[in-house]
């Protein structure tokens, strides 16, 4: 069956580390993954987009890597901020006319400790 | 600019009653979705509209819900007769034109969200 996952339990890191988030997916090709935030009773708000045939993608203090092969997507923040703490969500692009139905994961909430 | 704008932010309903979730889209997008967010969960397409067309609702339940975006005036998203299982955050995104990926990719805009409650 077609899963996408991300951890489900919070990750807590120090104030300056860099976070690391996961998206695992199976059983499908994604022809993009997109990364969003989201903070408490708000929408998600677009952050960064990587195409397959991109190992990877950086903005400012955010870096994404996408592997095809494993079926994984990382999600890096460097140097962390307290205002860094929301929930993070990975989301698949399909192939072709359906590619506007974007299929997310659970997120992953980040708390950064000042 | 103003963004993608949802009201209300916040929906009681008693069980049996009607619920309708309005949206406007960010201003030059006629591209609306709407998805679903349950607690815990991701979020679930549940419909795309331009305007006055559904394009797909394929990830909309077949009964009791409904949803349109007239030539003028919002999106609506309507629930009759809503049942707790209703209960949710439905999140409306808009975007300028749709992309057929892999030559590209749709990014979404979001609004805030209407949380629905079903007593």
């Known amino acids: 069956s077609q899963k996408i996952e991300q951890n489900s339990e919070a990750l807590n890191i120090q104030e300056g580390k860099t976070a690391t988030l996961t998206c695992n997916y199976t059983n499908y090709s994604p022809a993009y993954l997109q990364w969003y935030r989201q903070d408490p009773g708000r929408g998600p708000v677009f952050l960064l987009l990587i195409r397959e045939n991109e190992k990877e993608k950086r903005k400012e203090r955010l870096k994404v890597t996408f592997d095809t092969t494993l079926k994984q997507s990382l999600f890096h923040i460097t140097a962390s901020q307290p205002a860094d703490s929301a929930t993070y969500l990975c989301?698949?692009?399909?192939?072709?006319?359906?590619?506007?139905?974007?299929?997310f994961g659970s997120g992953t909430r980040l708390l950064v400790r000042p | 600019n103003a963004g993608v704008m949802q009201n209300p932010r916040h929906l009681v309903r008693r069980r049996g009653q009607e619920a309708r979730l309005r949206c406007s889209p960010m201003?030059?997008?006629?591209?609306v979705y709407w998805y679903r967010q349950l607690p815990e969960e991701g979020l679930k397409f549940m419909v795309y509209l331009q305007k006055e067309n559904i394009i797909d609702e394929s990830g909309m339940p077949k009964e009791r819900f409904s949803a349109e975006f007239p030539k003028e005036g919002p999106s609506i998203l309507r629930i009759q007769q809503v049942v707790r299982g209703d209960s949710a955050a439905y999140f409306c995104a808009s975007s300028y034109q749709t992309f057929r990926a892999p030559s590209g990719a749709n990014v979404l805009t979001f609004g805030a969200g209407s949380r629905l409650t079903v007593l």
């Open positions: 989301a698949l692009v399909p192939r072709g006319d359906s590619s506007y139905k974007l299929i």
């Open positions: 201003k030059g997008h006629s591209h």
